[in-house]
């Protein structure tokens, strides 16, 4: 069966770390570019982040320098690991995977087309 599975999600306190993780079954994430993506309660999904399959990488300017997304494509796997966490990061953080051609391509809109989602995982910031 063809999906993307997150994991990692948690509760944290403020100015805590998590590591996200996005792994693919049944097809090679290789040939896909990533994207990560939150919804809160009450808020549209938005694009935090994303990878290109030529290991280009792109933020959302209020997670810049605090997450960094990386890829293991010798475990299928895709990372976000978000460090000096706020309460405003808390959301259900959700991975993307789309087939493209164009090694420096990803895309952080969420309404793009994706082949595959994950399921989300949920992000809690309280002390």
């Known amino acids: 069966q063809e999906q993307l599975v997150e994991s990692g999600g948690g509760l944290v306190q403020p100015g805590g770390s998590l590591r996200l993780s996005c792994t693919a079954s049944?097809?090679?994430?290789?040939?896909?570019?990533i994207g990560w993506f939150r919804q809160a309660p009450g808020k549209a999904r938005e694009g935090v982040s994303c990878?290109?399959?030529?290991?280009?990488?792109f933020y959302l300017d209020s997670v810049k320098g605090r997450f960094t997304v990386s890829r293991d494509n010798a475990v299928n796997t895709a990372f976000l690991q978000m460090d000096s966490l706020k309460a405003e990061d808390a959301a259900v953080y959700y991975c993307?995977?789309?087939?493209?051609?164009?090694?420096?391509?990803?895309?952080?809109?969420?309404?793009?087309?994706?082949?595959?989602w994950g399921q989300g995982t949920p992000v809690t910031v309280s002390s």
């Open positions: 993307a995977a789309v087939r493209v051609v164009a090694g420096g391509v990803c895309y952080m809109d969420p309404e793009h087309y994706y082949d595959y």
């Open positions: 049944g097809f090679d994430l290789r040939y896909y570019a």
């Open positions: 990878i290109s399959v030529g290991h280009s990488r």
